[in-house]
């Protein structure tokens, strides 16, 4: 069974801090998204990153797959009161099991104006 | 385009009843995902149609089945409902099973 550990489970800063989430496996995937969610709203993509080592950038948004592609993070810039939200890892497996996704616990960040 | 759109919003059953719940995938999509997300966890992987066929399977029971029809809607029932399902259930529709999930807003669903 493949597991996504995310950390930290909660962040709460001020706005133009910035912040760094985590999300480790044991398990090698073939592909790593990143979800964000709003209440009562279903997880939005903000990226898929498929190569080790790969750094892809989303305006204040920086994202990095591992080398081993089991771990990647999500870091932003001066965080605004707009990027609070509940953000998602989630790991593919290639082949047939390609969009059976498996998701971390998530993050919920609160930033203060 | 019309997003991926799930019904109803809102449902309210009891322990032992069955309840099915329903998505309407995103126009020339043909891959339905649905996914169990408990309070407070990222969501589950329950069960994936292509074209129609059953595509891959979480570690979820039997009671928990679906069906995906010629417009590649789709279904997702619940039997003998416990307190423990008590969860927003997300479907997600992509153009096919390898390509980008696009997910709807999902099914509050509460067992008393």
């Known amino acids: 069974t493949q597991l996504l550990e995310q950390s930290p489970q909660f962040l709460s800063i001020q706005e133009g801090e910035n912040l760094t989430v985590y999300c480790n496996s044991s398990s090698v995937f073939s592909s790593l998204q990143w979800y964000r969610q709003e209440p009562g709203e279903g997880p939005v993509l903000l990226v898929t990153v498929v190569t080790g080592g790969e750094v892809k950038k989303l305006k204040r948004l920086t994202f990095q797959f591992g080398d081993a592609r089991k771990d990647s993070s999500l870091h932003i810039t001066a965080a605004q009161p707009g990027d609070t939200g509940l953000y998602l890892c989630a790991g593919g497996l290639g082949g047939t099991s390609y969009g059976k996704l498996t998701f971390g616990q998530g993050t919920i960040l609160t930033v203060h104006p | 385009e019309t997003g991926v759109t799930q019904s109803p919003t809102h449902l309210i059953k009891t322990r032992g009843q069955q309840v099915t719940l329903r998505c309407s995938s995103q126009?020339?999509?043909?891959?339905v995902s649905w996914y169990q997300q408990a309070l407070g966890q990222g969501p589950q992987f329950i069960f994936q149609?292509?074209?129609?066929?059953?595509?891959g399977r979480g570690n979820f029971p039997p009671r928990f089945s679906g069906l995906q029809f010629p417009n590649y809607s789709s279904e997702l029932n619940v039997n003998a409902l416990e307190l423990d399902d008590s969860a927003l259930y997300l479907c997600a529709s992509s153009l096919s099973y390898y390509n980008e999930q696009f997910f709807g807003p999902g099914t509050r669903l509460t067992v008393l």
């Open positions: 126009s020339g999509h043909n891959t």
């Open positions: 149609y292509y074209r129609e066929e059953e595509n």
